[in-house]
């Protein structure tokens, strides 16, 4: 089976750094393009073409809520959305961001043990897994 192909959206270049060695380790998703804000990943989805796009939420100019409505209207594919804005107490953001067509939402990875570490890339690996499955629809600009 061929690898899912993911394109990761991030400004931070540590996380950008801890999301390439965890994708990288898996055989079974392959990056095929990193873009640090969500203006750069709209410019190469067209030519991509990625099956899932993880991407952050804070970004500058176009932050992961207008990557994700911009994808949604013109591109739409899953979106898994890694980001510390996004954790179970900012439903304000949570909302946002499904509203506009986020297919997950998980907290963005930031190191630790390797125990824990290796539990958080098996998490993310199966919501990609599962992503890469969906068919998501069109969602006109409003």
Do not use: W
Request: net charge neutral; glycine share 4%; with cysteine.
């Amino acid at each position: 089976m061929a690898p899912t192909k993911i394109l990761i959206v991030e400004d931070s270049p540590v996380a950008m750094e801890i999301l390439q060695r965890l994708f990288k380790s898996a055989p079974e998703v392959e990056v095929v393009g990193t873009a640090r804000n969500g203006q750069e990943a709209l410019a190469m989805i067209p030519r991509l073409n990625p099956a899932v796009i993880c991407t952050d939420f804070h970004m500058e100019p176009v932050d992961g809520l207008e990557l994700t409505k911009q994808v949604m209207a013109n591109f739409p594919c899953p979106i898994l959305v890694l980001s510390n804005s996004v954790k179970s107490d900012d439903t304000k953001n949570v909302f946002a961001l499904l509203q506009a067509g986020a297919s997950d939402i998980y907290p963005k990875p930031i190191g630790g043990d390797y125990a824990e570490y290796e539990a958080i890339k098996k998490r993310i690996l199966s919501k990609i897994k599962l992503l890469s499955s969906l068919k998501v629809n069109a969602k006109p600009l409003s």
